[in-house]
């Protein structure tokens, strides 16, 4: 089994060695998040969700879910990742080749989580006893899809073939076969993001560029597993 505890510690390491470059990133980051918070923020809004804890949410789920603001940071992890030469250049190319596509796959996955978060909400508050034995089943889906979202940008940078099939496919298989490692990291990448919307510096300064240097390796580390496997299966 992959090692999260050791990816978010390569992550880490990963940040503190290029800390100028990634503090750059998270704080353009930080700005083109800002539209997109208040976006989402404006739909849970809508859905009655009270403002205090809709900012919260839709700020956690920049963090981490797919979007324009963190494409470019994950192909210079991408690159960072497997030892090739990095500059800070590469963030822009990232954002200009694939943002549109990562703004898809933010839209993607919003219309998901709110579908998944309705269905839940309706079996929660179904007065049909019973019903309540089904929410359980749809909170493991939601999470199962917020594990899901992680690996989306990862992917979008990494296959070739940049089919949004594909990567929701893939991200699925990752998510799935990867179950354990995957909600260890999720869990650590949320607390994560909590003390970073907490301790608003660290949001300032490293908590987007960390989150998406740690989901880029994780992708990556999967993949190099699958690599090796089918390696030793080939005559």
Known sequence: MVNPFAIIWRGIVDVYGELFPMVGMNLLWLLISIPLVAV???????????????????????????????????????????????????FWVGLKT????????????????????????????SSVPA????????????????IMLMYMNPLLVEQHTKSYKLILRNSFILALDNIIASLLLFIV????????????????????SLVADVQTRAVLAYLEKYESRAARRSP
């Not at 900012?55 to 879910?65: E, R, S, T």
């Not at 019903?131 to 917020?146: C, K, N, Q, S």
């Open 40 to 90: 989402m923020t404006l739909i849970l809004v809508l859905f009655r969700v009270p403002g205090e804890v809709a900012f919260p949410i839709a700020l956690l789920f920049a963090v981490i879910a797919p979007s324009p603001a963190s494409v470019g940071i994950h192909n210079y992890a991408n690159q960072l990742a497997k030892e090739e030469r990095v500059e800070f250049d590469l």
């Open 98 to 125: 694939l943002g549109k596509r990562s703004l898809v796959l933010l839209g993607i996955g919003v219309l998901g989580t709110i579908l998944l978060g309705v269905n839940l909400a309706f079996y929660l508050s």
């Open 131 to 146: 019903l309540h034995y089904l929410a359980i089943l749809w909170f493991y889906v939601l999470i199962l899809w917020l």
């Open 189 to 208: 990448v949320v607390a994560l993001s909590v003390a970073s919307i907490v301790v608003t510096l660290l949001i300032a300064l490293v908590s987007g």
